[in-house]
Structures are given as C-alpha cells and as structure tokens.
C-alpha cells in the first residue's frame, strides 16, 4: 500500500481522497454529512481526543498529523452503536480501526506509544505465531515493549494476580499452548496479506 | 319578495332527544315565534329530508334545522335556492353538556331562539351579475412560471394573454446552465428543457403573447379587469397571474466577502452563465453559502434553493474536470425536498463542505473561515473562483419603475404600518404589544398600478413576497383575482415553480368562473350574498374602503364607498367597521346577529346563573369547538355561542348590544392576529383587537369592568384547550359579579 500523501495546506483534499479510496469504509465516509450521531452514540465518547464526527471533519480539512495521533482511533471499543445509527450508514468503526493500522504502518509516534498498539501487537504475536493467545507470553512481551525496567515494574506490581491466576489454573508456566498446525495457519496468514495487497495495494 | 314562509325542523337522533326535552323545544317555536315546528327521529335520512322537500314543495321558502353542527350534513340539508339556517342541538348542546340538566335543556331553547329569531333577517341572497365577465387570463412575466402558467390556462380552455416586458421569452431560465434534478433518481443536475416550454406556448392557439410590454395601469374587479400599457393598448382580463419571478440580491452591497474587488469573486447567476457558455477554468472553486442572506443587514430569510444551486455547479464543474477542487462554505446546508440526493453526490463526487462564516476573502482570493466542526479559524488559500451564493428578492415591485411616494407604506397595505396593533383584554396573560418587524421590501414601482383606494401596489408579506399566507392560501394575493405564482410568491427553484404556476391557473380559472356568476372565492367559496351599502346613512368616514383586507371597496367622485363585488371576500370586515351599521349582505348583517344576542333569556340576578356571549370565528374556532364536543369535552352551560363569518365582522354594537341586554362578558374567539397571522381573512381578527382595544374606555364609562370583554386566539387544533379557556372566562366573570345592567 502506498503512504498517504501529506496535505500541503487546509483543506488540501489529497489526504481526504486517499482516505476515501485506501482505508476500509472510507468510500462511505465521504458521505458524512457531520450530523454527529456517531459521537453522541458512543460509550466512550468522553475518552477520545475528538469523536468520530470531528475526526472525519479533521481529515477533510488535512490535519492528517492529528488524525493518526489521535487516541480515537485506538479508544473504539467497537460497540458499533455508531455504525447501526449513522443516517448515511458510514461504517465508523472499520474507518477507525483501519486508520489505527495506518497510523502504525506509517510509523506515528503517538500510535506507536499508545498502550492499546502495544497490548495489540503483543496479541496479535502470540495469535500469529500460535493460533493461541497466551496470557503469559502475550502479557510479558507487553510489557517488555516498554523497555526492561518497565516491564519488571508492571511485572512487579502483577504479581500477586499472576500467582493467583497460575493456582486457580487460569495461566499455565511451561511450554506455550499451540494449535495443530501452525505451518497451516502461516499459510492462511500469508494468503490474507496477499489478498489484502492485492485489493489495497 | 314573496311572503316568507319558515319551516322548522327539530331533530331527536344522535342523542339530542334523550337529552333535551324536545317538547319544550316545540313549544318556543310555537308560542314565542308562532311556527308551527316538526320533529324527526333522523332527520338526515331520506325520509326527513323528504319531509323538507315535501314542504317546500308545498311553499316553504326558508329552513331552519334544529340538529347538528352547521358543519356536518351540509350537503343534506342544502336546498338552494332556499336558505336554510341551522340550530346546534347537538356538537355545541348535548354532547358537551350533562344530559336532562336545566342548563343544558335553557342552552338548547336559547339556541333554537337564536335560529328563529335571526331567521326572518336574512334571505336567500341574489347575486351580482353586470354584464359581460371576461374570461381570459393574463400572465405577466414569460419565464418558467409564466410560459408554465399560459401552457396550462390555455389547456383548461381559457384564453391567455402573456405579457412580457423583455423582447424575448424564457427569462432567466434562458441564462441557466443546467437545471437541479426534477425527475427520479433527483441524483444528478438536468439538462436545460426550457425550449420544450417555449415550443408548447407558441404552439398553443389559445395564447398570445405580448412582448417588450409594460402596464401602466390596472382598473377593475375579478371578471372585469382592464388593463393599459406603456403602449396605450387597453386589455381587457378576467384574472391576473403574476409571474414576475425575481432578481438576483445586489451583489455590490456584499464588498465584505470580497466582490468588487476581484473579477474572480462572482456571484451563482454569473456562475450559471459563465457554466452555460463552458468559459469556467478554475481548478479550485469556493462556493460561501448564504452570501448576504439570513443576514440582517442584507435579506433576513433563506431563498432555499442557492444550497441546491452550489451543488449543482460544482457537479457541473467536476463532471467536466474530475481534478476540480469544490469547497462549499456552509452555516447549514439545506436540502428541502429531495436536493437531499444532489448533496449526497456531490459528498460521493469529493465535494468539501466546510461549515462556518467567511471572516474575509482577500484580494489573492484567500478565503479565511472560522471552521465550527474542527474549531479553528483556517485559510483556504490556492483559490482561482470564489462564487457567492446569493439569495432571491422577489419581483413584487416593478425595478424598472419609480418608487410611489408612498412606497414600502403602500406595499404592506395597512392602514398605518408604523401604528403598533394593540391586542387589549386578553384572557389569561396578555401578551406583548405587537410591532411590526422591519420590513424588507423590494424596490421599485407598483407591477400593474392598481386603480384601488388602498393603494397600486400588491400587498406583500414581511420579506416583500406577494402572498397573503405561505401554508393556508397560497396563491392568493390580497387583491382577489389577481395571484402570484414562482419566485415572486416564495423563493423556489424551476420545477417548484412550474408546480407554482398550475396552482395559481387554478385559482384563476376559479376566480374568473365565479365572478361571471357572483359568486365567492376561497374562504367562503361560492358564497353569493355581497355588501350592499345604504348611502342614505352613510357618514362618509371611510372606515370601510380603509379597513377592507382586499381593497374591495373604493370611493366614488362624492367619497361614498363603491363596492367592487367581486372583489369581495364577504368577510363582513366593512359591516363590523361601519359605525352606523349601514352595510350588509342579503344572507348576514348586523341586525342578523343582534338578533341572536338579543332573544337569548337572560335570567335574572337571583337565579345565580350568569350568561356569557362567546363570539367565534367560523373557520377556525366553531370547527375546534365541535370537535372539543365530538372529543365530549364540556364547557360551561352558561356561554351562548354565536358564530360569525371572521371577528372582523363584528361590530361593537354587537358588543355594546350584549352588555345592554345582560350578559356578564362576551368573549371574541378568533384566529391568530399580527405578523404571521392565521386570520382567513388576512386582517379581519387584528381589525376585532384593534376595535376591541377601544372598548375598554367605553366600558369604564358604563361603570362595567374591561375585564367583561376579552379576545381570545384559537386555532384549529385547539379542541382540547377551549373548553379550559372558556370555563376560566367564565369563573373570572363570576368573580367580577353579575351585569348590574341585568333586568334594565
């Protein structure tokens, strides 16, 4: 997939287009008509640097910068009440989540620090790699993104969960649980990428 | 006249005879008003109504009906050419007051009484009918409303005369690009059909067409117009439709967003020409929405159809360079209708709509807009066309003609349009005095310079649209017989416009077929009584020929009113005006209606039953009354209601009358006076709170309280708030104590 271009001045529309035509639903989003019964709707409104309906504003007027460093698009819990009431049926949470994905793919540093990128590229390590997610493994290399004393401090303060968790046999210490198969599941993965490069590419 | 012969006909179905004692009700009729009354069980069936026919078969020239509302079963009890009057025993008596109650059996007799007693005043009216009536209709103005209107007379069978004051027909649809969407999917701009219009007039044999015209004067009534030209050509019409359209708001007045200043800055009707000649280039366009609109200190109102028009144009401008950057600058995006669907391609097509006010376009065409959805003041810089989206003034005045030297007074067609319209006595909390707004009206002379006493203008609205009311009775101006139709009644786009144009043909081929047979239009349609005038008592003061919400009546060489008839409404405005009640029609006067106040038995001061006058409004406040009835909603047995055609026909006689005879209060329930009124006709129920303002002093010099005499508002849909209104009346009047005039 291509980077997104970066708009010279307000309202430059190059960002909007690519928008429009590279992240998932963003052709629907043109139809947004600022209504705002996507922020009014959501649950965690109040959690987000803007709501959907600025967000959407914001990429129009080619404040790209702020867009991918917004927690918007990382505080979606995906309820999808926005997407079951918006009048134009612009389908806000994949425009969120994929813009999530643009934001690391370009490499913002503020989506790269968000706690949620973190835990995410963590699960989806141990998905990949595993076709399980490991609560171990899936916790310790969260923590390890933030470095080794970040990670024995948010070791140190879990421990006590940890403990109680490996006693009632909610988390395992040994070998990691893995589905049969897991050259299978490689190849399904892979088969994905292509398919996703060949529509977005 | 032949000997008046009553037949009078009580009805006991519906429940009225197991409420009333229908015996008692025989027995008024018989000994007070010596008629010999008959009852029926039905009598809407086909044997009661067989039994009115039989009799007037048998010589009975008048009717009354004592049953239902005057407003069900009209057509039952219709025997024109005999008059028939009718008693409410039923909506207004039984089914909104407790059955075998005394009070509910003395409001049933009272309003037999009423029925009996104004019966021998009125007669079945005689029409005027004066010679020859044309039936032609003139259209002026030859643009899309115009060609539309002429197309579609000549279609009904009526001859047209178009009238354009240009050399060429098809106005400013002639400079237009496209038009906005008109026929399903309403998703893309259309293309200019202005010339199938054109081809469908001239091949019409039925319309001729004066070009390069102008009126300069216009005489006459419905029927019988006579019209003269700058040419000294007199036509003569029966109906006047107004076409006029509009003209683009003086875009010089807006130097503020940046026109003059640069050739780049133009305005949308420049925009439709420079599409319509393909000589647009820009690559980055900006359309600022409300360009001197919804603004006070330019147009106040929205013209709803320049969204619509910047969509369109940046779809044109696309559709042609899909590398086209459209920025449209908003403060709300209308779409009424279905432009919806043209905002929804123009979103698909890449559109940017920005909301927010322009703060300022600079000379290099930097458009700085304080953006409200992203909540910072940005730049739009890289421009090459800025088009300002401005609104429609309505060609309700003649631009190209002098400004009367009454002007804008002229054009509201008040009495005196700075005098505020006082509403006194209002029950409950009364409500600000009433001003006028500023008033917005287009320049210019008068469109047909009418002969009228109230002036040569067309009346207009507050924003200078020719229309007496948008919702109720579009079309109609204040001048009968002459309708506005397209942009000069309301802004509208091309297809509103057209659908304008049959509405107003309608109304026209109505007016020019009631007026040859003396008849009334719209709201007593088909009416055929009219205001006769007795000159031997008339004092010469005017108030009629001033106080005429359609300027119906002028004054002859010697001052005494002249009733043009069928400019006539029959509102009985001029008859509630007349100080010496003068003017009357065959079928309704003064004397029809005091006799009705007059024969109600008041009791007397002991008897601790008080008698209240309710005066309502036929259109709006005896319909919510009977449905209150239908809802069986009740009110105080004590109130006596007498319907009038419009308060404005209620004189202060009447009033006066009322309080002599002993009733504690009359309370006048109307429609909704002031700026946006809902009065049917126009100015009869401000003229009854303008009369009524002066009652009070009257009062305190009776030694009776003010509070007696109150004006309410009533609409349509009030039926369940009435019987509150009225009871509370009732309960204030009982707390101010009885008519020390009772028994005099």
């Known amino acids: ?201 | 006249m032949t000997e008046r012969k009553t037949g009078v006909y009580l009805c006991s179905g519906c429940g009225i005879g197991a409420s009333v004692d229908m015996s008692k009700l025989e027995t008024i009729a018989k000994t007070e008003f010596k008629l010999e009354p008959k009852s029926h069980a039905c009598l809407c069936n086909d044997d009661g109504v067989g039994l009115i026919k039989g009799d007037i078969d048998g010589g009975v020239n008048q009717v009354v009906v004592a049953a239902c509302s005057s407003r069900v079963m009209v057509d039952r009890f219709a025997f024109e050419p005999v008059m028939t009057l009718r008693a409410d025993l039923r909506e207004k008596t039984t089914w909104s007051h407790p059955a075998g109650d005394e009070d509910t059996q003395m409001l049933a007799e009272d309003y037999l009484r009423m029925a009996l007693a104004s019966a021998p005043k009125v007669k079945a009216p005689e029409p005027w009918v004066d010679g020859d009536y044309s039936q032609r209709i003139m259209v002026l103005g030859g643009g899309v409303t115009g060609l539309t209107a002429a197309a579609q007379a000549a279609a009904l069978g009526h001859e047209v005369l178009l009238v354009e004051r240009s050399d060429r027909l098809g106005g400013r649809a002639l400079e237009a690009s496209k038009r906005l969407p008109h026929t399903p999917p309403y998703a893309q701009p259309q293309d200019n059909d202005i010339e199938s219009l054109l081809a469908a007039v001239k091949a019409s044999p039925h319309v001729s067409v004066k070009m390069n015209a102008v009126v300069t004067r216009t005489a006459g009534m419905p029927g019988k117009f006579a019209v003269t030209f700058a040419d000294e050509s007199i036509e003569h019409v029966g109906a006047i439709i107004i076409a006029t359209g509009w003209r683009p708001y003086d875009a010089t007045k807006l130097g503020h967003l940046g026109y003059g200043a640069s050739p780049k800055v133009v305005t949308n009707v420049q925009m439709e020409g420079m599409l319509k000649t393909g000589s647009v280039s820009a690559k980055a366009v900006a359309f600022i929405q409300c360009a001197g609109s919804r603004d006070p200190d330019h147009l106040p109102y929205c013209s709803s159809v320049c969204c619509a028009t910047s969509l369109k144009q940046a779809l044109e401008l696309i559709e042609k360079d899909p590398g086209t950057s459209c920025y449209v600058i908003y403060e709300e995006m209308r779409t009424p209708g279905v432009a919806e669907e043209l905002y929804r391609t123009a979103q698909k097509a890449g559109v940017i709509f920005i909301k927010g006010k322009v703060k300022g376009v600079g000379a290099d065409l930097t458009v700085t807009v304080a953006d409200e959805l992203v909540g910072q003041e940005v730049p739009l810089k890289g421009l090459d066309l800025v088009v300002l989206a401005t609104g429609m003034v309505p060609n309700s005045t003649n631009p190209d003609a002098e400004a009367s030297d009454k002007g804008p007074e002229q054009l509201i067609g008040d009495v005196d349009p700075e005098a505020p319209i006082k509403v006194a006595g209002y029950a409950g909390e009364a409500p600000a005095d009433y001003t006028k707004r500023a008033q917005c009206t287009p320049e210019g002379g008068p469109l047909l310079n009418l002969q009228y006493r109230q002036g040569p203008h067309l009346p207009v609205l507050h924003d200078g649209f020719a229309d007496s009311h948008y919702i109720c009775f579009p079309y109609e101006t204040r001048r009968t017989g002459i309708y506005t139709a397209g942009p000069v009644r309301r802004p509208m786009d091309w297809s509103e416009a057209a659908e304008d144009a049959q509405g107003a043909v309608l109304k026209a081929v109505q007016a020019v077929r009631s007026a040859s047979a003396g008849a009334a239009l719209h709201p007593r349609v088909g009416d055929l009584g009219y205001p006769k005038i007795n000159l031997n008592q008339c004092t010469k003061c005017r108030r009629c020929t001033v106080e005429c919400p359609f300027g119906a009546i002028d004054e002859d060489e010697k001052e005494y009113p002249q009733v043009n008839p069928t400019r006539c409404r029959r509102c009985g405005t001029c008859m509630g005006a007349c100080p010496v009640r003068t003017i009357s029609f065959d079928n309704y006067s003064v004397e029809f209606l005091t006799s009705q106040i007059k024969t109600v038995k008041i009791p007397d001061e002991f008897s601790g039953k008080p008698r209240l006058l309710l005066i309502a409004c036929e259109n709006d406040a005896i319909p919510a009354l009977d449905q209150a009835a239908i809802k069986r909603h009740t009110w105080s047995a004590h109130v006596r209601v007498l319907p009038v055609r419009c308060l404005g026909s209620v004189s202060l006689l009447c009033i006066s009358d009322a309080l002599s005879v002993g009733y504690d209060g009359v309370m006048l329930m109307g429609c909704k006076p002031g700026d946006d009124y809902q009065c049917h006709f126009v100015k009869g129920s401000a003229m009854a709170a303008e009369r009524l303002s002066k009652v009070g002093e009257t009062l305190k010099s009776m030694m009776l309280e003010p509070e007696r005499v109150v004006q309410v508002e009533a609409s349509i849909a009030d039926s369940d708030r009435l019987p509150t209104v009225i009871d509370d009346f009732v309960a204030q009047i009982t707390k101010i104590g009885f008519n020390p005039f009772k028994g005099f």
């Open chain 1, 1 to 201: 997939m291509s980077a997104s271009p970066t708009p010279t001045g307000a309202y430059d529309l190059a960002f909007a287009r690519w928008v429009y035509a590279n992240v998932d639903g963003g052709d629907r989003m043109a139809l947004c008509m600022q209504c705002g019964t996507c922020s009014g709707s959501c649950p965690i409104g109040a959690q987000m640097d803007h709501g959907p309906r600025k967000l959407f504003m914001m990429i129009r007027a080619g404040l790209k910068d702020q867009v991918l460093a917004s927690d918007t698009i990382w505080n979606c819990v995906s309820c999808y009440n926005c997407v079951v009431r918006c009048p134009r049926k612009v389908p806000v949470t994949y425009i969120l989540h994929d813009l999530a994905t643009v934001a690391l793919r370009e490499g913002n540093a503020a989506a790269k620090a968000s706690d949620n990128a973190r835990f995410g590229s963590a699960f989806w390590w141990s998905a990949a790699k595993y076709g399980r997610t490991d609560e171990r493994l899936v916790t310790a290399k969260y923590y390890w993104s933030f470095g080794l004393g970040g990670f024995i401090k948010r070791g140190m303060a879990n421990q006590k969960i940890a403990m109680g968790m490996v006693k009632t046999k909610r988390m395992h210490i040994g070998m990691p649980h893995k589905v049969k198969g897991t050259g299978e599941l490689a190849k399904i993965l892979a088969k994905a990428a292509e398919i996703e490069a060949r529509n977005h590419g």
